[in-house]
């Protein structure tokens, strides 16, 4: 079956975040991912993954307010003098976390008229990314997320996502494919990441509808996993879901696996 790393931004919030990394291993996972880590100063996050034997294989370049509604950072015209400074602490956290993949949110444009400047700045940016992390040994990742929860988002679909990654052809950026947007989405994971796996960075995943945790929506796990497994992709598949009760109890799909 797939590696699979806990997404301790999503997972374990029973405790606080410095908590998570033991609650992760005592769990049985020997990776872990961030969605933002700065909360916590990079260098007690390290620590934490040398005392737990721990992998961090994933976090996000800052995206300013995207969570909470705003259109972030790395697509927005007037906004790139704060990406620069928000690529700048990502990169401090990558020197010390060294994680295998970084990934960079593109954001949402929230007038329209403006999408063809929003998606040059964001390829701009994401190339800036890539020069930047390159050197670490690390590569840069971007997703699509599903527009029907985040309205807006310029990179909603597989075929966006491949048509950026086909203009800017560095081998150093990948797609970052969230199984649970792009079935959102109406999209066919499977068969994507069978034909497109080279070209992925990094996976991740949730139930669809509702994202929580496989078994609490529509999608055939079963296949997915196989789908993944028997595909060319050999990185890490990060459990990013909403647990429907504690965390402990969402991980049935984790111990069926092994």
Same mark, same amino acid.
């Given at each position: ?86 690529? %700048?602490?990502?990169?401090? $956290? #990558? ?10 949110? @593109? &954001? =949402? ?81 499977? %068969?994507?990441?069978?034909? $497109? #796996? ?10 669809? @509808? &509702? =994202? ?47």
């Amino acid at each position: 079956m797939p590696r699979f790393s806990a997404n301790l931004s999503m997972l374990f919030t029973e405790v606080e975040l410095i908590d998570r990394f033991a609650a992760a291993r005592a769990a049985g996972f020997n990776a872990v991912e961030i969605q933002f880590p700065y909360e916590l100063e990079a260098e007690p996050i390290r620590r934490k993954l040398n005392e737990y034997d721990l992998q961090l294989v994933l976090f996000n370049v800052p995206a300013d307010g995207l969570l909470q509604g705003g259109e972030g950072l790395a697509c927005v015209p007037e906004k790139q003098a704060r990406f620069r400074e928000a690529l %700048a602490l990502a990169v401090e $956290y #990558a020197k010390v976390l060294q994680p295998p993949a970084i990934n960079v949110l @593109p &954001g =949402r444009c929230l007038d329209p008229s403006r999408i063809a400047l929003y998606l040059d700045t964001f390829k701009r940016n994401l190339c800036l990314a890539a020069d930047a992390f390159t050197p670490l040994g690390i590569k840069t990742v971007f997703e699509a997320i599903n527009s029907l929860d985040m309205p807006g988002f310029i990179i909603d679909t597989s075929a966006k996502m491949l048509a950026v990654q086909d203009e800017l052809q560095r081998a150093n950026i990948c797609l970052q494919y969230d199984i649970y947007h792009m079935l959102r989405m109406g999209e066919d994971p499977a %068969a994507f990441i069978a034909k $497109y #796996a080279g070209r992925i960075g990094h996976i991740q995943f949730a139930d669809c @509808p &509702g =994202r929580g945790q496989p078994g609490t929506g529509s999608a055939d796990w079963a296949a997915l996993f196989s789908a993944i497994d028997s595909s060319a992709y050999d990185g890490w598949v990060g459990a990013e879901y909403k647990p429907v009760g504690d965390t402990s109890a969402s991980l049935g799909w984790l111990n069926h696996s092994r």
